[in-house]
């Protein structure tokens, strides 16, 4: 199915860590066209109009209310993004989607439904539907007359999905799928028409099913009593000798791992977008409130601690913004250069090919939102654990971006097993580069040209971050080889590496753009933001290359790659103090987050 091939004009995925990249190389949001701008506009409109109003009575299950809300942000084409012009959707791009995502969270239980219906549900039969089956669902999905969800989660199988209990089997007669059992946490369960649901059948190939609510043997549970999302609708499905049309198997019997993962790469990168978006929402309801708030006869937005709180957000704010902008635009530029006239294909492909990106996009914006979150109910104080005000809703429905969508822990371990299978496939040169790295080490300190200019020292950063993920990486797999899967925590720490990388490189090619394009005093406070997030992010780097060397190496060959590491990452200590201070300052003037569409 998945027959075209990306082309070489287009950076590879996971190739961030041994290139690099030019400024202009990166999307950032300065970049945003209007007609993409409007897209945004829409949707934050929307959920401000539509939605917000409606809360209480959504997070009471107001029957109907969520699918009518549904329905009517599909009759304005928010539904449609990823289904093609041709199918009745917008056949948006990859930045256009970011911006859609990002802007429908501001009620996140609305973002997640939005997202089990537009994303989860209706891509599957984008990628892998024939013609009968893109014709007979795409254009009522698009437009909100039909619902989706996604059905792979079972009591026993979340994680490990493959170990589904779900049976299918041929109808003695061969038209119908007979589907007998359970599945579990599915987001619009509770309304949802269309199901995509995965099953072995005969207890063996695990395949694909478009199923309808309706179908004789279908029945969907009872809501289910979460901490948060508690307006978005999740409940178990079961199937009851459940009849399925023979046509409804999608794409191919044995083959539905495929449907699987693809789908979960697409929805990974959207779900960091989403809690980016909610990010941004939650920062600005805390800053306001900071200013309100007055405690020892001011307010609480002039102590030290608070204002470093306010920057800290923005700061990881523009970081992951940095990140999931840029991996955007490598998708969007390889669609664009493929050439390929089936641009559900393509798409299906360059997110396959950016599925490292993706868990850092899934990953690093998941644990944004708790860190903004949870920091937003501290400056609430009291108030902040009260169910009156709205950051106690925000801590509780944060939580679950680190649980669905495969796991962070999964998504961690991905992250290098992805990057091994590239490098051993030689789609990646990670081999080469490590054994470059080995010869530089051994040449001792070098004296070829150093970086120079206002960047000089994040330059070194940044090179010196990558060096310290293959020297870490290369000690443990040449420990470990085929068996570093197994160390767990050698692996974590080298993914948090990975993701550390991307985050340093996008934020710093972000801010450099900026200021080729808007100068140097109007960039000034991005700097400051981008500096912090350098100098912190180098601190966590050593310290996860530290705990990888030491439990791979002993003796003098650890003192010998500490000393090395050291080396790579020597850098001045910054005042990220006063940096935090004007970052803060610049968060209050306005109440939000200060590097919007820059
Ligand atoms: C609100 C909500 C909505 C959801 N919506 C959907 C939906 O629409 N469709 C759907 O199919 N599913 C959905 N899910 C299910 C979700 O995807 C799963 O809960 C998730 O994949 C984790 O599976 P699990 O709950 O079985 O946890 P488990 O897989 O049992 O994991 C438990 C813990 O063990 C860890 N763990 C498991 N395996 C490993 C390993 N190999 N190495 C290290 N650690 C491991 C996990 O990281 C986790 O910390 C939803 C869940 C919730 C809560």
Known sequence: ???????????????????????????????????????????????????????????????????????????????????????????????????????????????????????????????????????????????????????????????????????????????????????????????????????????????????????????????????????????????????????????????????????????????????????????????????????????????????????????????VESMIYRSAGLMDRAIAASGDSDKSQQSMKVFEEYSIESSISKVYGSELLDFVVDEAVQIFGGYGFHEDYPVARGYRDSRVNRIFEGTNEINRMLIIQMLIKRATSGALPLLEAGAKLREEVLAGPSFEEQPSGAWAEEERILAGVKKAFLLAAGAALEKYRDRLADQQEIVAALSDIVMECYAIESSLRRVQKAEASRGQEASVVMADAARVFLHDAADRVEAGARRALAAVLEGDMLRTQLAVLRRFLKREPADTIAMRQRVSAAVQAGDRYPFEGR
């Open 1 to 319: 199915m998945v027959t075209t091939s990306l082309p070489r004009a287009a950076s590879r995925g996971g190739s961030f860590l041994l290139e690099s990249c030019t400024p202009e190389d990166v999307f950032s949001p300065a970049d945003l066209a209007d007609d993409q701008k409007l897209i945004g506009r829409t949707a934050e409109e929307f959920v401000r109009n539509e939605v917000v109003p409606l809360i209480a009575d959504l997070e009471q299950h107001k029957p109907g209310l969520l699918a009518q809300l549904l329905r009517k942000a599909g009759e304005i084409g928010l539904l449609g993004g990823g289904v093609p012009e041709e199918y009745g959707g917008a056949g948006l791009d990859k930045v256009s989607s970011v911006q859609l995502a990002e802007n429908l969270s501001a009620y996140a239980s609305f973002g997640v439904s939005h997202g089990g219906h537009a994303g989860i549900g209706t891509l599957p039969i984008v990628f892998f539907g024939n013609e009968e089956q893109k014709k007979k669902y795409l254009r009522l999905l698009a437009t909100g007359e039909k619902l989706a969800a996604y059905c792979l989660s079972e009591p026993q199988a979340g994680s490990d999905a493959q170990n589904s209990r779900t049976r299918a089997v041929l109808s003695p007669d061969g038209r119908s799928w007979i589907l007998n059992g359970q599945k579990m946490w599915i987001t619009n369960g509770g309304f949802a028409d269309v199901y995509i649901v995965f099953a072995k059948v005969d207890g063996e190939k695990f395949s694909c099913f478009i199923v309808e609510r309706g179908f004789p043997g279908f029945s969907s549970g009872a809501e289910e009593r979460k901490m948060g999302l508690k307006g978005s609708s999740t409940t178990a499905i079961f199937f009851e000798n459940c009849r399925v049309p023979k046509e409804n198997l999608l794409y191919e019997a044995g083959r539905g791992h495929i449907v699987a993962f693809n789908i979960l790469n697409a929805g990974r990168f959207s779900l960091g977008a989403y809690c980016m978006g909610g990010a941004k929402r939650t920062l600005e309801t805390a800053s306001k409130y900071a200013k309100e708030r007055t405690a020892f006869g001011k307010p609480i937005g002039d102590f030290g601690l608070i204002r470093a709180k306010l920057a800290e957000m923005a700061i990881r704010i523009f970081a």
